[in-house]
């Protein structure tokens, strides 16, 4: 059995490397800190996240104060969680508060338009879809979903609505 923290949390590490985000929840739940940030409640953050425990991340969110929440890591799972839970509306406000922070979020950017287009905005779809990649940073595969080719058969799908 594993009693100290910092052996709960090497172990933890690894097994979020493996992709085993259930036995990070099990090993860190109720053991790691909330009220500030650190590395074990990130872990924590993202294994109930990864592990679909919406009710379990909702709770440990909850928990944590609200100077916390505001770092960008949080922030995404704030997201992460809505988007989980199907308050699409809830996760498209939340995203364009971050982009306001970091309009240069590829990924958020990508998330958002996704959103739109779940909420059926189409026309707003269509003003963040003619922002040129050279606008975000990111990875060049996912730069390259916001080169023209991409986006002309998003034109296309959008046209059909």
Do not use: C, W
């Not at 992709?19 to 294994?47: I, K, Y």
């Not at 799972?77 to 939340?94: C, T, W």
């Amino acid at each position: 059995m594993l009693t100290d923290f910092p052996t709960r949390f090497f172990v933890s590490e690894a097994l979020s490397q493996a992709g085993r985000p259930d036995d990070v929840v099990a090993l860190l739940s109720n053991v790691t800190a909330t009220n500030f940030d650190s590395p074990a409640l990130r872990l924590l953050v993202a294994a109930y996240a990864n592990s679909d425990r919406r009710s379990g991340l909702r709770s440990l969110l909850a928990e944590i104060p609200s100077e916390v929440l505001s770092r960008p890591f949080y922030r995404t799972a704030q997201i992460a969680l809505a988007i989980r839970i199907g308050d699409i509306p809830e996760a498209v406000r939340q995203i364009k508060d971050y982009l306001r922070v970091r309009p240069r979020d590829l990924q958020l950017q990508l998330q958002l338009m996704q959103g739109l287009f779940r909420q059926n905005e189409i026309e707003v779809l269509r003003d963040q879809a003619r922002r040129p990649a050279s606008d975000f940073d990111g990875s060049p595969d996912d730069l390259i979903k916001l080169e023209p080719q991409p986006i002309a058969s998003l034109h296309r799908e959008l046209s059909r609505h």
